[in-house]
T-cell receptor
Framework: AQRVTQPEKLLSVFKGAPVELKCNYS??????LFWYVQYSRQRLQLLLR??SRESIKGFTADLNKGETSFHLKKPFAQEEDSAMYYC??????????FGKGTRLSVIA | NAGVTQTPKFRVLKTGQSMTLLCAQD?????MYWYRQDPGMGLRLIHY???????AKGEVPDGYNVSRLKKQNFLLGLESAAPSQTSVYFC????????????FGPGTRLTVT
């Protein structure tokens, strides 16, 4: 069975501090991993996917198959990064499986 | 383009009442989904559809029914609402070629008393 675990419900960091949102998954095949973000009063939207290996709004995430992790990182947090972040897993044609989410609060 | 729209935005029901939530998308997407979002539970898939006239169960389908008679619309029905169905409901859609890139609606906040 596919499962996505986000161990932190809430993460608070100071502005300018590094951020790491943790995501672990369980899946026996080759998954695709994604991060979705929901800013206050905005719709949930795709932030990045592991295959593209891109940096979006300063965020990066590397798929570590050995540790079955896909942590989201940013070297210097900004206030506008405060949001709800969901890690999600895709396996072929089945729908995305979402984690329970982590609320990031960046303190000025 | 309006993207994904949901009707209504808010609703209060009494236990046992029924209602239908409407989701509409104007992007010609093949896939559509209904999720519920609860504190501490994240997003859970209720039902989804991979095309007009087809539906499938998700993680938490009990107490809900869906229909996709037109490609652009996906209806979620509650036949006999229960307080446990108090939640925020999100609809989403995606393309066949990029099913992982889901476009979400603004949500419907439902309270069952």
């Amino acid at each position: 069975a596919q499962r996505v675990t986000q161990p932190e419900k809430l993460l608070s960091v100071f502005k300018g501090a590094p951020v790491e949102l943790k995501c672990n998954y369980s899946y026996s095949g080759s998954p695709e991993l994604f991060w979705y973000v929901q800013y206050s009063r905005q719709r949930l939207q795709l932030l990045l996917r592991h295959i593209s290996r891109e940096s979006i709004k300063g965020f990066t995430a590397d798929l570590n198959k050995g540790e079955t992790s896909f942590h989201l990182k940013k070297p210097f947090a900004q206030e506008e990064d405060s949001a709800m972040y969901y890690c999600a897993l895709s396996s072929g044609n089945t729908p995305l499986v979402f984690g329970k989410g982590t609320r990031l609060s960046v303190i000025a | 383009n309006a993207g994904v729209t949901q009707t209504p935005k808010f609703r209060v029901l009494k236990t046992g009442q029924s209602m239908t939530l409407l989701c509409a998308q104007d992007m010609n997407h093949e896939y559509m989904y209904w999720y519920r979002q609860d504190p501490g539970m994240g997003l859970r898939l209720i039902h989804y559809s991979v095309g007009e006239g087809t539906t499938a169960k998700g993680e938490v389908p009990d107490g809900y029914n869906v229909s996709r008679l037109k490609k652009q619309n996906f209806l979620l029905g509650l036949e006999s609402a229960a307080p446990s169905q108090t939640s925020v409901y999100f609809c989403a859609s995606s393309r066949l070629v990029r099913p992982y890139e889901q476009y979400f609606g603004p949500g419907t906040r439902l309270t069952v008393t």
